[in-house]
């Protein structure tokens, strides 16, 4: 690194060319040479990072008509800063600064910060839609997204922590919390990963979030995502810690507990005992998901007296013309399934209805027309599916989905038996699981009855907050 | 490294247990060929017959099962079974068998013997498996194969269970139930009893037994007696009784009436005098609700005064016919036994109970009052 010590030549063509030779001749490094007090000097900026109008307008008018007077007074709307490392204009010429070197002064060149602005509209995110609530979300850009937290939380106690990450191509990295709520411990562990990240580029957030995971073999995500300024928000305010990433509408949230995968900003704005049937709804879910199948298997295989008489009978029909096993069977629909849906992602969607009309009526009835598997196997794989899809995070959507095939292959084995050793090794892993040092089941291990009020069902805010601007502990 | 290692001893683990462990108790539920109803018969040459309805799950979805009927003689029940076994389609199973029928020749001979393959192997249904007495051979009934639209065995279940909520029967006798009660020396049990009239299946009563067999029968009327006796009741007791409310004039009105669905005081009480004479009181109090009345009269305050006076006495003697039977086939139904086991154990020592039964002095009373008339007096 000897070479970022490089200062400023005392010719302003050493200086040009230092800097030519530094961004490898790029074709968009532009250098107009211009007259001030007399002199000729420099301007240089990479055309594709600037905004050509502000250049015209705020720099080179000025320049011709003001003549001689001060830079500072020249430039008055634009940020100026005297710079002398030439490594460190190079770099500040990458985010959108044009750089200007005068003759007369040759211990200083001045920066200029003149980035152009080309961004996404704030639209809400696809994937997180809501009903009621602010419809705003996060974009590409940092600042906008930090002004949209911002706006929501107009405190002074919000604080913002930039890094840089990536040691070829560093982006920003900020860390944000609410300096008099978060956890002074999951600040200073959130700090210490960030800079423990060795890496030549963080090409997105799923980066951040592999190299700082306390478990990075566990199959649930410890971090929480999201794309909306009032999620996030609402959880600084809750005094956890939020990460961002130049370039990136992902903010990731720490610490996380496995019930905040089951919240949404919905359950805020709805009446309270909605909100609280939708919660639980969900949670049934959770188990819906995973468990079904393997429960289907295991009464098929293992515990078929377990079935009320008249049903015995239904499933019986439906199952004499199945030439394999039960697991086979669940297999055969279960990867059907994934196939469908990863399709269903990948095409466009105009042409997404085909996938429609191929899984529904192709798959779906000719499957057990042609004898491949049962009518009963397919209400439990769309039972199961649809449970899969009332997840909010789609990161611990995936997670159960794939969950299911151990537990399948656990109750084809040993039945009912298979699927309680399977769930109980699960839990004791999620048990065990922390997300920066705080317990990944509470409020249910270590067991808190209060956090319930918020976890299994949503209380009326009033009951869940303390009244007397109590602030509320994770 | 270390973590690798453990993954590995971890896959091993899981992989030895899926694939090395030969015991595999799986059963597919489409290979299981299920026995619905099984009936159990004495040959005259002392022989087990045993026939079972199977039923033949459909051929696709919407259409309906089928049944078939099977019989078999072997030396036991188990060894029947396995003849029938060689017979019959593919994997004869009883998961979820319903209900057992019991010939009367073979319950006179005893249950423990043909019921012993039912409590020793865990893998057959005791809980919700009930057990009935038939008056001709169990083979006969379950030989109808249909009653109407119904297939046998749903028939006969579906008509024991509404018989259990009319108190015919109550509390459901299942093989679980039977089982502790044949264990249990100071207590006996009554199972339901059924026989063939024409082309139908007709409940008949209760058959009573003593220890493990047969010993005798009770009517309809008296079964439902027999229920409210024990102080249980399956929801409704309906009776028809003839009372006459006018003295001067023979006018006399059919009476039907609940007692079933209100409360009742049951009273039992064991009681044992100085010279080992052993006194049961046996008292109930019924709450009646008229459900039709086919007098002249109105059922006025008056009138319903004398009502409860005459079903009291009606009702009495009917309890004491019931009692009287029932000492008569020796049949411990309301386990004085075991009331003398736990508060007189020095008597119950001394005597003999299969004796001593007879004596014992039941002081049986039973009151009605009538509590609701119908919205019409």
Redesign the interface.
């Known amino acids: 690194m000897t070479s970022s010590e490089q200062t400023i030549y005392p010719s302003l063509d050493g200086n040009i060319s230092y800097i030519r030779d530094k961004l490898c001749h790029t074709d968009d490094l532009k250098v107009r040479h211009l007259t001030y007090r007399g002199q000729s000097s420099a301007l240089i900026y990479l055309e594709s990072t600037v905004d050509p109008t502000l250049i015209e307008r705020n720099v080179i008018r000025p320049l011709r008509q003001g003549g001689d007077e001060d830079l500072s007074q020249l430039f008055l709307t634009l940020r100026l800063e005297t710079e002398h490392k030439l490594d460190q204009g190079t770099q500040s010429l990458l985010s959108g600064n044009c750089l200007f070197f005068t003759k007369d002064d040759m211990k200083q060149f001045y920066v200029l910060t003149t980035p152009a602005k080309y961004e996404r509209s704030i639209t809400e995110p696809e994937n997180e839609g809501i009903i009621r609530g602010a419809h705003n979300g996060f974009i590409e850009d940092l600042t906008v997204n930090l002004y949209q937290i911002r706006q929501q939380i107009s405190s002074t106690d919000l604080k913002v922590h930039y890094h840089n990450i990536g040691s070829t191509a560093p982006r920003k990295v900020a860390v944000m919390y609410m300096n008099n709520l978060a956890d002074p411990a999951v600040i200073k562990k959130v700090e210490g990963r960030l800079k423990g990240i060795t890496i030549d580029s963080v090409i997105s957030t799923g980066f951040i979030q592999e190299f700082m995971e306390d478990q990075p073999f566990s199959i649930f995500p410890q971090f929480l995502n999201t794309e909306r300024p009032d999620h996030t928000g609402a959880y600084l305010l809750d005094g956890h810690v939020v990460i961002m990433l130049e370039g990136d509408p992902t903010a990731l949230i720490v610490p996380v507990s496995f019930f905040c995968f089951y919240q949404t900003p919905d359950d805020y704005s709805n009446r309270w005992m909605i909100a609280s049937f939708v919660r639980f709804i969900r949670l049934l879910s959770f188990i819906t998901a995973f468990q079904l199948p393997a429960f289907y298997i295991a009464i098929v295989a293992f515990h078929s007296n377990i079935l009320p008489i008249q049903l015995f009978f239904t499933v019986q029909g439906s199952l004499t013309r199945v030439p394999y096993p039960p697991l086979v069977e669940a297999m055969l629909l279960e990867l059907i399934f994934e196939l469908l849906r990863e399709a269903g992602l990948r095409l466009p969607s105009r042409v997404g209805q085909t996938i429609g009309i191929v899984g529904g009526l192709v798959i779906g009835d000719a499957i057990v027309k042609a004898g491949f598997v049962s009518y009963t196997m397919i209400i439990v794989v769309a039972l199961t599916a649809i449970s899969s899809f009332l997840i909010p995070s789609n990161e611990m959507s995936s997670a159960i989905r794939i969950l299911r095939f151990p537990l399948m292959i656990c109750a084809s084995i040993f039945g009912f038996i298979g699927i309680a050793f399977g769930l109980t090794i699960l839990f004791i892993h999620l048990c065990k699981l922390e997300s920066f040092g705080k317990p990944y089941l509470s409020p249910l291990a270590p067991l808190k009855i209060k956090g319930f009020k918020d976890a299994f069902l949503r209380f009326p805010i009033w009951t869940i907050r303390g009244r007397h601007g109590e602030k509320k502990h994770n | 490294m270390k ?1 690798g290692r453990g993954a590995l001893c971890c896959t091993m683990l899981g992989l030895s ?2 694939l090395l462990t030969g015991c595999w ?6 290979d ?1 060929n ?1 026995a ?1 109803s099984v009936g159990f018969d004495l040959t005259k040459d002392h022989k087990i017959k045993e026939t079972v309805e199977l ?1 033949i ?5 919407q ?1 309906a ?1 089928t049944n078939e009927i099977h019989s078999a003689v072997g030396l036991s029940t188990r060894g029947a079974s396995n003849i029938l076994r060689a017979r019959v389609r593919g994997n004869m199973r009883v ?2 068998n ?1 209900v057992q029928l019991i010939g009367r020749s073979l319950a006179e001979e005893g249950l423990k013997a043909p019921m012993d393959v039912n409590f020793r192997d865990p893998r057959n ?1 005791s809980s919700d498996v009930r057990l009935v007495v038939t008056e001709n051979d169990a083979s006969e009934i379950i030989g109808m194969k249909k009653i109407g639209e119904l297939q046998i065995g749903e028939f006969l279940t579906q008509k024991i269970r509404s018989l259990e909520k009319m108190s015919l029967f109550y509390p459901p006798e299942t093989v679980n139930t039977v089982f502790r009660a044949l264990t249990d020396p100071g207590q006996d049990f009554v199972l339901p009893y059924i026989g063939v009239q024409g082309s139908e299946i007709v409940a008949k009563g209760v058959a009573l037994f003593h220890d493990q067999s047969f010993s005798g029968t009770l009517g309809k009327d008296q079964s439902i007696m027999l229920v409210l006796l024990k102080g249980k009741s399956g929801g409704n007791a309906r009776f028809t009784k003839t009372v006459n409310l006018d003295t001067s004039k023979p006018i006399r009105g059919s009476i039907s009436y609940n007692v079933g669905n209100k409360k009742r005081k049951h009273e039992f009480h064991v009681s044992v005098t100085r010279n080992g004479d052993v006194h049961v009181t046996l008292s109930l109090k019924l709450q009646a609700v008229i459900e039709e009345f086919t007098g002249p009269q109105l059922l006025d305050d008056k009138a319903v005064k004398r009502v409860n006076r005459e079903l009291s006495s009606i009702m009495t003697q009917e309890a004491r016919e019931v009692v009287r039977e029932l000492q008569q086939a020796n049949c411990d139904i309301f386990g004085v036994g075991r009331q003398l086991m736990a508060y007189h154990p020095k008597l119950w020592k001394r005597i003999d109970w299969n004796k001593e039964y007879r004596n014992v002095q039941f002081h049986t009373q039973v009151q009605v009052s009538i509590i609701d008339t119908g919205v019409i007096q």
Do not use: Q
Not at chain 2, 57 to 61: S, V
């Open positions: 973590r247990t899926a108790d799986r059963e597919y539920l489409k299981l299920l619905y039923i799950p459909p051929k696709t979805e259409s099962t998961i979820k319903s249904p």
